[in-house]
Structure formats: structure tokens, C-alpha cells
């Protein structure tokens, strides 16, 4: 992994299109902008971890799901 | 072509029904192909049984079955690699997690599964809408919908 200093308002560009300002900071926390063409996907490393976390637990789905249904027309007349 | 599954036994698959996932799901990345079936009638949840691993299955649900005016925004990306036309061309569900309780089974909002219907093409996407999130109790949803 590449490791930079930068200071508030410096910047760094990955490949030719992508910009990443750090706008601010302040204590242990920093404000980064990025500028990058709408094809690149930017989200927050949490968000992926997050779902993928939540995908396993999807994953262990019981084999049996009867009487769901009716579950589902008891709420809905409640 | 048929596939042995864990759930239903040997399944017989209409390869022209199999969903190309070309980057799989967060966390399955090596899956690509998964199908797509109601469980009962009257019964909201469907199935997406993997192809490639008779042992993983997921619960899926439409979010309007909850969530009357759910709307997704689609990023330009997502729209090009799903090779969408049209919002019509679009089917959208939600991964479910089933407890034990099931009346507390919710759904996941943030990480929503969309598939273009008509070339078979499927990818789950990530939503910026601070309003969809990981777990959406669906039953209390609906409940709150009509109460």
C-alpha cells in the first residue's frame, strides 16, 4: 500500500480521472472530496462490509419456509 | 438442465431462467448464476437458488410488497452493466434474513438486488438513499402501511 502526507486543501489524482482533496481536519477526523467521472462507484468501506455481512446471514436460510404465507395475510388484515 | 439443492432436492432449471450475475453478491463473488422462483402462492417471498452450490439459497422479497412507494435510484454504472433500456426491463428485490421468530424476518434496503428481466442480467447494487437500510422489519411494515 502507498502511504502520502498531505495537508488540508492538497490533493491527490489516482489514474487520470479521480481526485481525492482533503477538504478538512479536525482532531481524528479528516473531510475528504472526490472528484471522479460518475462511472466510479465511491462508498464508504463500512457499506461493503456491512452487506456482505448481511448476505451470510441471509445465506443460512431454513430449509422448510411453509406457513409464511399466511403470516403474511394475518399482518396484513391486523 | 437440473441441480442438486440442499432445499429442494434435484431442481430442474430452465437455462433460459438462469440470472447472470457477472459480480456475483457481496461476499459470494465466485457465484454467478442463481435462479428465481415464488416459494408458495399467497406467499410474498421467492427464492434465489444458486446454480453453482445446490447449498446456498436466499429469501427475496419485492420492496413494494412492504414499502408501497419504494423507489431505487440506479447509478449510470449500474445501469450500463445491467445493459438497461428501460425501467421496465427492471425487477428489484430485497435479500431477506429469516430468525427463528419469523415475524421479525427483515429485509435488506441498502444492498438491493436488481435484474433486467429481459437479458437475464442481475446485480446487487448499493443504495445512497440514507433511507434504505439493512434491516427493514417487514412485518411491522406492513402492519404500519395499513395502520
Known sequence: MLVLSRKKNESIIIGDDVEIVIVDIKGDQVK?????????????????EEIQAENKKASSAPKQLTGLGSLFSQFKKK | MNINTARFGELKVNEDEIIHFKEGLFGFENLKRYIIFQMEEDNPLMWMQA?????????????????????????DKDVE???????????????????????KMTANLQGPIVINKIK?????????????KLKHYILEEIQGNIG
Not at chain 1, 32 to 48: D, F, T
Not at chain 2, 84 to 94: G, K, M, Q, V
Not at chain 2, 120 to 126: A, E, R, S, T, Y
Open chain 2, 120 to 132: 437475464k442480467l442481475g446485480k446487487q447494487v448499493i443504495s445512497t438513499n440514507p433511507k434504505h
Open chain 2, 81 to 103: 452493466e445491467l445493459e438497461l433500456a428501460s425501467p421496465e426491463d427492471t425487477n428489484i428485490f430485497a435479500i431477506v434474513v429469516l430468525p427463528e421468530d419469523s415475524s
Open chain 1, 32 to 48: 475528504i472530496g472526490i472528484k471522479a467521472p460518475k462511472s466510479v462507484s465511491v462508498h464508504r468501506a463500512e457499506v461493503y
Open chain 2, 51 to 75: 446454480i453453482d452450490d445446490g447449498d446456498l439459497a436466499f429469501i427475496l422479497i419485492s420492496p413494494f410488497e412492504f414499502r408501497p412507494n419504494y423507489s431505487l435510484k440506479l447509478a
